[in-house]
């Protein structure tokens, strides 16, 4: 027979909770969640939040990450303002995506993809959500390619590439962009005049075409 001390278990019982405490206070510093807050609030505050770094990981590679210090950035202020979180992740965002990325991206073997007057995005959007990163022999493939059409009223107008970091890190819906080595060239299109246009046929520049003829 099991004999238990009733206060080693209470004492037990009661270290417990203040690990948990402990454990879990760092979290609801992030998410700005105090004891006030009911169970349902709080469960609404982390899958909200969780859901959106995963949607900003899926989309930027490093916008969930960004997200995430962005929070924890938030707390570290002693005057709140008028749509503080936003401010602050979009400034975070655009310090890391125009400043820090494009100088640690060599070291994973990737870089922007190099604009010329001949090489443009065919929406900026590919820029801004870190979809532009490529290896330097595609970048130097490019070029070629563009001293072959100068002289022409075509440009190279590309959509989606690859992400700056990890090898195997897909870019979705491209599953096979995940290497560096891929990259998406925009149709060029004639009007009846035999005018030629680089101008999308969509926003993203995906998802309308032209039948064959």
């Known amino acids: 027979m099991f004999l238990e001390d009733k206060e080693s278990v209470t004492f037990i019982k009661k270290n417990e909770k203040q690990y948990v405490k402990y454990f879990m206070k760092p979290f609801q510093v992030i998410l700005n969640i105090n004891s006030s807050h009911s169970y349902v609030l709080k469960s609404f505050y982390w899958i909200m939040n969780i859901c959106i770094f995963i949607i900003f990981t899926i989309i930027t590679q490093v916008g969930g990450l960004i997200y995430f210090f962005a929070l924890l950035l938030n707390n570290f202020f002693k005057i709140s303002f008028r749509c503080q979180r936003l401010i602050v992740f979009i400034g975070l965002y655009f310090i ?13 073997g990737r870089e922007k993809v190099k604009h010329t007057d001949m090489i443009k995005p065919a929406t900026y959007m590919t820029v801004v959500l870190n979809r532009n ?49 891929k990259i998406d060239l925009s149709f060029i299109y004639e009007d009846q005049n035999g005018k030629l246009s680089t101008k999308q046929k969509s926003m993203s520049g995906y998802g309308v075409f032209e039948n064959p003829k």
Do not use: C, M, W
């Open 96 to 108: 890391a995506t125009f400043l820090i990325i494009p100088v640690t991206a060599p070291i994973f």
């Open 133 to 181: 990163y490529i290896r330097p022999a595609l970048n130097n493939l490019l070029a070629e390619a563009s001293k072959e059409i100068q002289g022409t009223n075509i440009q190279i107008a590309y959509l989606d590439a690859n992400f700056p970091f990890i090898n195997k890190f897909p870019l979705l819906p491209h599953l096979s962009h995940n290497d560096g080595k």
